[in-house]
């Protein structure tokens, strides 16, 4: 059931519509509402998928913002730990009373996109790191920015959170878009022998929770 789209400058928001989508999910048929979202940039736009499981009046939801990844949720790379992190955040979301799933797709890489993703990854096959491997090809360390997903979470009225992340950048990014992080919840996963290095530059230069 599509609604009609609607308009909110105010939050930075050209246009929101929405559905119902059944999805499979470790064997469970769920029916989850599904709603996309277009930035005033229209390269910017996002996925969100609500669960509802009778919440309780002022439920704090639980909240995935979820930077998308090509190479690891689609095609299950073991190179980074973005499709463990996304099946375990599901997980979270589709068993509690109240859980959203913010996906944005143009957060490619870091938000250098899919081309120089893939260049930095066969600069990592010479010994670099991930992040020496950015800087050595001209890109940003960290190139993404929070405020779409910030107004769509004050769009859906859930301006209290419970995140689902191991990245503190993420809690005080979106905190400066003033979202109030009530709670942050670390999302740890077993590494692989291709991604052992990736998660220990995650935890010893960028300070993630791991």
């Known amino acids: 059931m599509k609604s009609s789209a ?15 989508m ?13 709603r996309a979202y277009q930035g005033v940039d229209p390269h910017c736009q996002a996925m969100v998928l609500i669960h509802r499981d009778n ?3 002022g439920e704090l939801p639980v909240v995935r913002v979820h930077s998308g990844c090509v190479t690891g949720d689609i095609f299950h790379s073991l190179r980074c730990d973005c499709y463990p992190q996304l099946q375990a955040s599901m997980e979270v979301i589709t068993t509690s009373p109240l859980g959203v799933m913010v996906y944005l797709p143009y957060h490619e890489g870091r938000g250098i996109g ?6 930095t990854y066969a600069l990592q096959d010479q010994g ?12 940003p360390i960290e190139a993404r920015d929070y405020d779409l997903a910030a107004h769509i979470l004050f769009d859906l009225g859930y301006s209290r959170i419970a995140l689902l992340t191991n990245n503190p950048a993420k809690v005080n ?3 400066a878009e003033g979202i ?4 942050q919840r670390s999302l740890i996963v077993n590494a692989s022998p291709y991604n052992k290095r990736y998660l220990a ?9 791991l």
Do not use: C
């Not at 609607?6 to 119902?20: F, G, M, N, R």
């Not at 899919?114 to 260049?119: G, T």
């Not at 670099?128 to 890109?139: F, H, K, L, R, W």
């Open 114 to 119: 899919l081309v120089n993703k893939i260049r």
């Open 22 to 34: 059944p999805i499979e999910f470790q064997g469970r048929e769920l029916h989850l509402e599904a």
């Open 173 to 175: 990014a979106l905190r």
């Open 180 to 183: 109030t992080v009530v709670e």
């Open 128 to 139: 670099y790191d991930t992040v020496d491997a950015n800087v050595a090809i001209g890109a």
């Open 55 to 57: 919440p309780s009046q």
């Open 6 to 20: 609607v308009k909110s400058v105010e939050l930075d928001i050209d246009w929101a519509v929405q559905t119902v």
């Open 201 to 209: 530059t995650k935890k010893e230069r960028m300070a993630h929770l």
